[in-house]
């Protein structure tokens, strides 16, 4: 049997967070920060990270070691020391609701790659998202791939683990150059200069309100944090940090909403709330002031996904070099090409078109004349 890992205990004391564990025979106490500073999620993390490798050094591998108590006491500890807070809430959730449940209990040992296949068959039957499912998959295999790696199992049964056939794909479309017009014609300028950053410039939704002034006092915008679910942080990933260029009528919108708008001090936020001290909220802004003028015109399919597939898409028609248009996206140049970019019909039949021409007229080959 392996050693019971200890949570230690965390208390509020003269305005700091307090944290005493068991050590080598000792009882250690150290203060974490100010209540004023820091939430206790943010206290119970620091916990956590001081208890990582004290736990680890008294943790052997057990047979009898559960589902349960391996991704609470092994994976998540682990790999939260990378996640951003946000991601760790989703995947804490996620796991919690979808697999904890059904393997909680159970050995690690004892589950097999067909009881892991049957289960997110069962999740595409419940009619959950793709997205879901495949998320669901990625996390097995990474949490029975550590089993393995810390010697608590031989094998990883979900190493082959496939998304089923029948869990619903996506639609992933993107706008035409009309539908564009159409959309940026029926916004005030807030909402226009927020969906011109996302189309004409390629910009994700937190990271057009995270924005301050400061950013945007060149002829680009200098991406260096993000807003996501009221969380300042930032940018999701390393190539996410960049210089995106900005077009010419996007840095006329811009003065012009320097000009209407009164905090443009450096500190200040670009898209403010009512108080000035916060962005607006996302969700807010597009179910009030963009859904309801875009349905108008038809589009009420639209989301900044599109938006940005739209970006990559239209870069791709305009015959922009995909690694220029990945640069100014903020990913890898794998994903613009097979995520982002759509190919439309209309330029895949001139491809086809000229296939055709070259095979049944090809150039009349020119006789060599012989010296």
Not at 39 to 44: D, I, M, P
Not at 176 to 192: A, F, H, P, Y
Not at 301 to 314: A, E, G, N, P, Y
Request: charged share 25%; net charge positive; proline share 5%.
């Amino acid at each position: 049997m392996r050693r019971r890992r200890q949570k230690g205990s965390l208390s509020k004391k003269d305005g700091y967070w307090h944290f005493q564990y068991y050590e080598d025979g000792h009882r250690p106490k150290r203060s974490l920060g100010k209540v004023s500073k820091m939430t206790k999620a943010q206290a119970e993390a620091e916990a956590a990270a001081i208890l990582a490798p004290i736990n680890a050094r008294g943790a052997t591998p057990s047979a009898v070691c559960t589902f349960g108590e391996f991704v609470d006491g092994n994976y998540f500890p682990f790999y939260k020391r990378k996640w951003k807070r946000t991601t760790a809430a989703e995947n804490e959730s996620r796991i919690g609701c979808h697999l904890v449940p059904i393997f909680g209990c159970r050995t690690l040992g004892s589950i097999s790659r067909d009881e892991l296949q049957a289960m997110l068959e069962g999740k595409t039957g419940a009619e959950l998202s793709y997205s879901v499912v495949a998320h669901l998959r990625w996390d097995l295999n990474q949490i029975f791939k550590m089993a393995v790696s810390e010697g608590y199992i031989q094998k990883n049964p979900a190493a082959l683990l496939f998304i089923p056939r029948e869990a619903k794909r996506p639609v992933r479309r993107v706008l035409t150059i009309e539908e564009v017009q159409s959309c940026v014609s029926v916004l005030e300028l807030r909402e226009l200069l927020i969906v011109k950053l996302a189309i004409f410039v390629g910009m994700r939704p937190g990271e057009i309100f995270g924005l301050k002034w400061r950013s945007l006092r060149g002829v680009y915008a200098d991406i260096s944090q993000r807003v996501y679910r009221g969380d300042i942080d930032t940018p999701k990933t390393v190539h996410s940090v960049r210089k995106a260029a900005l077009p010419a009528a996007v840095l006329a919108d811009i003065q012009t909403w320097m000009a209407t708008y009164p905090g443009t001090d450096d500190d200040g936020w670009v898209f403010p709330s009512e108080t000035l001290k916060t962005p607006v909220s996302k969700d807010n802004l597009w179910r009030r002031h963009i859904a309801p003028k875009v349905a108008a015109v038809g589009l009420d399919w639209v989301d900044f996904h599109v938006f940005r597939r739209t970006h990559s898409t239209l870069m791709n028609e305009n015959g922009v070099e995909g690694k220029l248009v990945a640069d100014q996206l903020g990913h890898t140049l794998d994903v613009n090409q097979n995520v982002y970019t759509m190919a439309s019909v209309e330029r895949r039949k001139l491809a086809v078109d000229a296939l055709e021409k070259s095979i049944m007229n090809p150039p009349a080959v020119r006789e060599q004349v012989v010296m």
